[in-house]
């Protein structure tokens, strides 16, 4: 009942990235668990990729001409910063957030269940059509008494919708996905075309003057955008006014980033987006495997068009298996994956429990970021254009190799809590109150010099 030590768990992963080893002596890793009602080691994975991420920003800044640094990441605040869109505020109060009347959880006809997300208006509608019945979550289950649970996991990714099966660990092993699942590494960084070597001229911060094109919504894909934001990065949000999104994740995420629109189905728009990654050197997107590529904006096309590019592709179930192309949340994930069962029997309860936090997207956001400086450090030694992959299953699988706690006594923290977490900014929202960056750097300390702004506030341009 107790994980392994932080920094082990931070240094497999440093030595996943090749990164040089001398760099472990310089971090300072403070608490313990648990820090949030769990049976899963939350805690440790927040610090760990949290700090890792931090570590990178510091040896990238030392190799481009700065000197060496203490970083320090204390696991409280780590996993709290987990949770950074439960505490966040607006004027000092919570922001409105839309929660569908029909999500969640049920029991289908074979005893078994099910998990709808149906957060997103076409998500919604789309299962409404499948199933045949009215927006109401009395009719859903009644319905649902007709279906066996997999068969309605089955019918909702054959319509591109997003329903998930509850499965044990053991039932999720055995799974074919579960199975090709476990082939995969946590992470990979691999070189997809050539480039002469790179380097970072001298700056003032770890990412300064790197541009970083940030095409993802809701949370992993847009943690790593902040991320390398709080580190530096010129981030530009690219959306499009038709998709849809949550608002305080957008608020919450998009501190430090330039906020703009465009629709990839318009000739000009779309050529805007090429013209733009022709200047960048990190281009993020979380779209299922191939959905982007189809506008020509897949790994090969940005190794071609801006050679030297770092390219990062986030999905939910990885980018081989049976699954690959499924569409998915966190909170699906967890629930197909055997996360919701192995913790409700940690509680004592019959009723599917869903993690403390989004743990698989905030700490895949945290991998991603720490990921895309490995690949840039590669990029200025070696050349070459580089490809990160990671999941939310994939992060899954490593959670839980982190092994069980005994966390389930501990208090849920509250807003009131957590205060001494918490700073307040202007934004193009009103005065936030929200969870600063739990990692410190010693010479360059993490924050956001660009407050978060409405979608589509900025034109589709560089910084001058």
Known sequence: MSPPRTIDVLSSLWRSAGLDEAALRDIDLTGAEPVLPSSFAIGTAAQATIGAAAL????????????????????????????????????????????????????????????LHTNLPHHCSGLLDLLGCAHDRAAVARTLEGWRAADLEDAAAAAGLVVTACRSFAEWDAHPHGRALAQLPLFSIERIGDAPRQPLPA??????????LDLTRIIAGPVC???????????????AQHLPGMLPLIVDTGRGKLSTSLDLRQAAEHETLAALAREADVFVQGYRPGAIAA???????????????????????????????????????????????????????????????????????????????????????????WHVRCSLAQTGTWLRGLGRIDGVKCPDPRFVDVRNLMEETPSGFGTLT?????????????????PAVPLGTHPPAWPA
């Open 434 to 450: 929200a969870v600063r960056h739990a990692a410190t750097l010693s010479e360059t300390p993490p924050h956001w010099a660009r």
């Open 56 to 115: 990178a920003a510091a040896e990238l800044w030392r190799r481009r001409g700065g000197r060496r640094q203490r970083v320090a990441v204390d696991m409280r605040a780590a996993g709290i910063e987990f949770r950074s869109e439960r505490y966040l505020r607006v004027d000092g109060k919570v922001p409105d957030e839309y929660h569908d009347g029909i999500a969640g959880l049920y029991r289908c006809g074979d005893g078994r269940w099910a998990r």
């Open 295 to 385: 506008f020509g904006f897949g790994p090969p096309h940005l190794a071609r068009l801006r050679p030297g590019i770092v390219y990062v592709s986030l999905c939910a179930y990885g980018h081989d298996g049976p699954w690959a192309k499924r569409r998915g949340f966190d909170s699906l994930v967890q629930t197909a994956s055997g996360f919701n069962i192995a913790e409700a029997e940690a509680f004592g309860e019959d009723e599917p429990r869903p993690l403390p936090t989004q743990e698989l997207d905030h700490a895949t956001g945290y991998l991603l970021a720490f990921a895309a400086m490995a690949a840039l450090i590669r990029r200025a030694e070696q050349g070459g254009s």
């Open 225 to 239: 955008g902040r991320t390398l934001a709080a580190h530096g990065a010129d981030v530009l949000l690219v959306t």
């Open 203 to 212: 700056a003032t911060r770890p990412l300064s003057g790197t541009k970083v």
